[in-house]
């Protein structure tokens, strides 16, 4: 079960908008945030999650791999934040907890991407829904959620894979040139609901 929701999160994550030019010049530590005492921290988006002590965190090397940057490649402080700044998808987080179900947590950098910085948190919440519902994934309205003191726009997502009927959570909150996006992965009668989840942010 683990493995096939990994598999299926990182899947919907492809998607992009068309690529473009630029860089970020904000402290990418700031940006990527930390977990520490199993809790994550982001202070660049007024952001945490503090899960349960069933979850357990992906590594930094893990996150890396993710978005095929090698270690060596942020092994100093100009080069980390030359590499991460120039990166169109930042992943910050990702946790699962026992049963499988999961979050990522990350930003899209709105200046790699022609007329990104014209999206709106909105805008990108229904490209998601868009591209979503054409792989088979049938959603709600899109709403808006308070987390942290901040609006995220929401979308729940439902699909049927390899016989279970998954369902994902898609947050996203605009931040200067980054869009903050919240994925939540959940598999339903098997594990929490993203609710739950939704509510060990804050």
């Known amino acids: 079960m683990k493995k096939y929701l990994t598999a299926a999160l990182c899947f919907i994550m492809a998607f992009s908008l068309l690529t473009g030019c630029g860089s970020s010049e904000l402290d ?7 977990v520490s005492d199993g809790i994550y921290v982001n202070e660049y988006a007024e952001l945490t999650f503090s899960p349960t002590s069933d979850w357990t965190f992906y590594d930094e090397s ?11 490649s942020v092994d100093t402080e100009s080069k980390r934040q030359n590499v991460l700044s120039r990166v169109q998808t ?26 990104g910085t014209s999206y709106s948190a909105s805008d990108y919440t229904s490209e998601i829904v868009a591209q979503c519902t054409e792989l ?20 729940i997502g439902t699909v049927e894979e390899s016989g279970y009927d998954m369902t994902q959570a898609f947050l996203a909150r605009r931040i200067d040139d980054y869009m903050c996006f919240i994925i939540i992965t959940t598999i339903d009668g098997y594990t929490v609901s993203p609710d739950e989840i939704i509510a060990m942010l804050g």
């Open 28 to 34: 990418m530590d700031t940006v990527m945030g930390s």
């Open 62 to 72: 893990d996150l890396l791999d993710m978005m095929d940057i090698s270690e060596d």
């Open 90 to 115: 930042l992943y910050t987080a990702m946790a699962m907890d026992e049963i499988g179900a999961n979050i990522i947590i990350g930003f899209e950098n709105l200046t790699l991407s022609t007329d």
């Open 136 to 155: 088979g994934y049938t959603f709600g309205d899109i709403t808006t959620i308070e987390i942290g003191g901040n609006t995220y726009y929401e979308a």
